[in-house]
């Protein structure tokens, strides 16, 4: 087992992992990858069993003129593959998220998630809650 951020080798294997978050709607290219990764601030964390990438979360650390000037971190797109859910391998990603970040100074961390039982109690035994704010959005495409 290995927990390590991506590279532009993992290409193929992260856009198959996107496919178990997105199903069916459109990814960018894979050229979209490279620019990704290497976005500063950004990082895509993957955890591997024998060399496949089984779960992926993308930390951004984005600058903040507030909490004197120390960053804030944003967490998206975070995937295990169907057959490893529940393995902890989800878990290993989000703690690598959150030691990057900490690691960066940054303030908070924040994620959206959906509204399943499920997938809140995933986020809030890593320690996130819902009792400071309330997590908003809106698109311009068509929610999943």
């Known amino acids: 087992m290995t927990t390590r951020t991506l590279t532009v ?17 459109p ?11 290497d976005h500063p601030g950004t990082w895509v964390w993957g955890a591997f069993l024998s060399d496949h990438l089984v779960a992926m979360a ?18 998206e797109n975070v995937v295990t593959h169907q057959t490893h859910r529940g393995t902890g391998q989800g878990r290993r990603v989000m703690q690598a998220a959150i030691d990057a970040a900490w690691a960066a100074d940054c303030y908070k961390i924040m994620l ?9 109690g995933f986020y809030e035994k890593l320690g996130f809650g819902t009792d400071e704010k309330w997590g908003m959005t809106i698109r311009r495409v068509p929610e999943r």
């Open 9 to 25: 080798g993992d290409t193929a294997q992260a856009v198959l992992l996107y496919r178990h978050l997105v199903g069916e709607q």
């Open 112 to 120: 959206l998630t959906g509204r399943t039982a499920e997938a809140r």
């Open 27 to 37: 990814l960018a290219s894979d050229s979209a990858f490279a620019e990704l990764i």
């Open 58 to 75: 993308t930390l951004h650390v984005l600058p903040s003129m507030t909490q004197g000037g120390r960053p804030y971190a944003l967490v």
